[in-house]
């Protein structure tokens, strides 16, 4: 979890009405941990959840203590923000790569303190790796607005252009930054394979930002710096706004004026940005009350609202429409609005109900068997991972595991607001693919497996069984190690041999791939990953892989019972 360092008497100067006991006690109550305080050094370490992005600095913790203190309630305001004739202007060719960029622009009279500076900076890689998703969602740019001629140009450019990254003495090439700094090794693979890369130049052709590698030596902000532009870009234009939107607030909780910057995008037309609309949810206030085991009037919901930093009102009566700042991103639906009338409420407020009955829990049979299988696995050498039960059709696609019977067993959301989350996931094989995909920087060999559920449509019903997929990862990775593992999976949890005939499967390499069987029914398949799939997901290593239906031999063996082990 993501730790944040506040100064001890940042919140005593603060709130200057309470004492600083009384201020930290709160702290837990916003659903934040205490994990260190160091008196000596005046700091107090606090961990947040990375679905609160905006607690990752002072100003975020110090915005909420003052809403639960009740000495601001509602939506934190911005005033106006200003217009500008500044524009960024984006070109059509980078719409498959990182199509999308927002900005703003942030002054002040008073110069960067040392300790903004790296308040901005820890928010910054904090928004990349939650939000942002390690910078494959979005990733942010800073910059030192005097130094900036615009209007500035977002295009694809040649992989031999060279300019002066942040941090450096010399002039490198956009090829040797992805080769040889250290960021480019670790997020070069978000848009490795072309020769030519995102860039942000200005109007006179220098070098603004690499994203989402470095930022250009030109616009370094430092201590020297009182004016601010900050640039987002992105494969996701809601995480990119979101992103944009914590740091609208964030600079102007440190004093900034805020002004608009146009974006001229193919994809969106004329853009105005940043774009602070609130997000809107409407809950019923008996599902509230429910939820909670209170009976709250519909004011006093409205109340708790405001203590957590968001706006109330009654649409119609017996609904809440609650009006939150667009960067809080942890809320989706009237259930989120009710953990939100809980905080404000006061969590050390409600009472729990003793349960009336006490009953003795045993384990099912399944659990038994993952616990058994995991222990094997990990003997093995693997390292076990969980992915969602929802994933993208993109990744199905991609790892060639959809023909048309397996189409028409999909299961979709309805209203997805992420296309990263589009529908169940029908195999394990596309997750695991994806996970290696995304882990190429690290170490190999890599060996992985995982246990999870895996959904079919089934006429009007959906069908859930459990899979289990492993798969190993180097330069000599082959059927026969992929085979022998396999072996010693069933071998030593179900004592079992199994046969596998060859298959052709569009997702293995032909004549080195095979179903599974046990006792004449299919459970699973083997082989060594097509190389079209690892083109596809950008991997350069080999991958052999395997996955078996575990709810079928479960099925088969008869083992729905306790007595299994």
Not at 46 to 74: A, H, K, T, V
Not at 128 to 151: Q, T, W
Not at 310 to 331: F, M, T
């Amino acid at each position: 979890m993501p730790v944040v360092n506040v100064r001890l008497s940042r919140l005593k100067s603060s709130f200057p009405d309470y004492g600083l006991s009384e201020v930290i006690e709160e702290i837990p109550y916003l659903g934040l941990d205490i994990e260190d305080i160091d008196e000596r050094e005046d700091i107090i370490k606090i961990e947040f959840n990375p679905n609160r992005p905006d607690y990752g600095s002072e100003n975020g913790i110090i915005r909420g203590l003052r809403g639960i203190l009740g000495i601001e309630l509602g939506s934190p305001r911005i005033k106006t923000i200003q217009p500008s004739d500044k524009s960024i202007f984006v070109e059509r060719s980078l719409e498959k790569i990182r199509p999308f960029i927002y900005g703003l622009i942030a002054r002040r009279e008073l110069l960067l303190s040392e300790i903004e500076l790296t308040q901005l900076i820890s928010l910054q890689e904090d928004l990349h790796n939650g939000l942002g998703r390690k910078r494959k969602k979005a990733s942010m740019g800073i910059h030192d607005f005097d130094k900036i001629n615009f209007p500035l140009q977002y295009r694809l450019e040649d992989i031999n252009r060279k300019f002066k990254p942040l941090g450096s003495e010399q002039e490198l090439s956009l090829a040797r930054v992805l080769k040889e700094t250290e960021t480019g090794k670790k997020y070069g693979h978000l848009i490795d394979g072309s020769n030519l890369v995102p860039l942000l130049t200005d109007c006179n052709d220098d070098v603004i930002s690499f994203p989402p590698i470095t930022n250009g030596a030109l616009t370094k902000v430092d201590t020297n710096t009182r004016n601010l532009m900050v640039e987002v870009t992105g494969k996701n234009p809601k995480s990119a706004k979101q992103m944009l939107a914590l740091i609208a607030y964030e600079l102007a909780d440190m004093g900034f004026e805020l002004f608009h910057l146009f974006i001229h995008s193919p994809l969106e037309g004329k853009v105005l940005s940043p774009n602070l609309e609130p997000i809107i949810i409407e809950v019923e206030a008996i599902q509230i009350n429910d939820l909670l085991g209170l009976n709250l009037p519909e004011a006093k919901i409205i109340e708790c609202l405001n203590k957590c930093r968001c706006d109330g009102l009654v649409e119609r009566p017996g609904v809440i429409r609650c009006i939150a700042p667009n960067y809080r991103i942890d809320l989706f639906d009237s259930c989120d609005v009710v953990e939100e009338v809980a905080i404000g409420y006061g969590i050390m407020n409600l009472k729990p109900d003793k349960p009336s009955e006490y009953l003795d829990g045993n384990k099912e049979s399944h659990s038994i068997i993952f616990e058994k299988l995991t222990e094997i696995l990990i003997g093995l050498g693997f390292i076990q991972i969980v992915n969602p039960s929802i994933i993208s059709r993109n990744i199905m696609e991609k790892s060639l595991v959809l023909d048309k019977h397996s189409v028409s067993e999909l299961i979709w959301l309805n209203d997805s607001k992420n296309s990263e989350y589009e529908l169940l996931r029908t195999r394990l094989i596309p997750s695991m693919i994806n996970t290696l995909s995304v882990n190429i920087h690290e170490k190999y060999p890599q060996k992985l497996f995982e246990i999870g559920k895996v959904f079919r449509a089934n006429g009007n019903s959906a069908k859930e069984s459990w899979y289990l997929c492993a798969a190993i990862a180097h330069d000599n990775a082959d059927y026969s190690e992929t085979k022998s593992n396999l072996e010693s999976v069933l071998r030593y949890c179900f004592n079992k041999s199994v046969t596998t005939p060859r298959v052709q499967l569009p997702y293995f390499l032909d004549g080195h791939a095979a179903q599974i069987s046990l006792d004449n029914k299919t459970i699973g398949c083997i082989g060594e990953v097509h190389p079209q799939v690892l083109e596809n997901f950008a991997m350069r290593t080999l991958v052999g892989m395997f996955e078996i239906d575990i709810s079928q031999i479960m099925e088969i063996l008869n083992l729905n019972k306790q007595s299994f082990f």
